[in-house]
């Protein structure tokens, strides 16, 4: 079965949809096969990664969620997007309204799980990838009872985000009740400069914060770079953007890394 890994925070504008749609381009042209689940009912993943945007009335994960029990599952839901090793569960804005029919039900929290638990058509995929939107509600809850894993993006100058951080982190250990494989991969540093002196001093400042904590955080740093904006403005991962860009280079080794984090889990747990 696939790796399936949430990338949470709940604060807003972190870097979430922009980790979570150039990891699976990142991953998807290393020859692996990734499912990206938009769980976030903005849909930014879904505006630049499904390549025939009408699919979305057809296939969506509220339309997963709301179909009767039995009826249809995650992988029946997967859309083709421009690089053949990537698909996506798409989104709606309407999953807004589903989560507030489905507060106080079960699938509040066992939606996603009830949508995968028999999926024989997950088993094609290495990685699922899941986008969440900047909140501790429901969509959150479904995608991290369904992971091994969770990345939590956070930008290095932005301390509105490391203040808030320790909710994510409490969260993650309330759902570890319930879902004992999760873990937490790690932190990524969104947005660095280099060239801002304190960025520079806060980016230190945080790895050793966290690694006094225990808490993994990636060698990779993803670099704040126009690019990324401007291949958002055009619909496109920026692979293909431009590969030859410094954001293509920061998500392709935060891919490596990824990839190397899961090997060695694996042979640990051999
Ligand atoms: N490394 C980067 N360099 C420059 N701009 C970036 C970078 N990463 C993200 N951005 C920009 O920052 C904004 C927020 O990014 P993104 O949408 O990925 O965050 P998010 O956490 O998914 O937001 P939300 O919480 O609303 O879902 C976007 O305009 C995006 O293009
Ligand atoms: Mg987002």
Known sequence: MPKIITI???????????????LADALGRKGLKVLVIDADPQGNCTSILLKEIALREQFSLVKALEAPVGETD?????????????????????????????????D?????????RSDKGLEKYDFVLIDTPPNIGCMVNNALMISDYAIIPIPTSDQFALDGLATFLRILQNMRSQNGRLKLMGVLLTKYDSRANIYVKNRDRIINFFDAKGINVFHTTIRINIDIDRAHMKRKTIFEFDPSKYGAKDHAALAEEVIEIVRREADREQ
Do not use: Y
Request: charged letters at 15%.
């Open 8 to 22: 949470g925070n709940q604060k807003g504008g972190v870097g979430k949809t922009t980790t979570t749609l150039n």
């Open 74 to 106: 995650m992988s029946s839901m997967a859309c083709g997007t421009s690089n053949d090793n990537v698909d996506i569960v798409p989104n709606t804005i309407r999953c807004m309204l589903w989560e507030r029919t489905a507060a106080n039900t079960p």
């Open 108 to 116: 509040s929290i066992l939606g996603f799980l009830r949508l995968t």
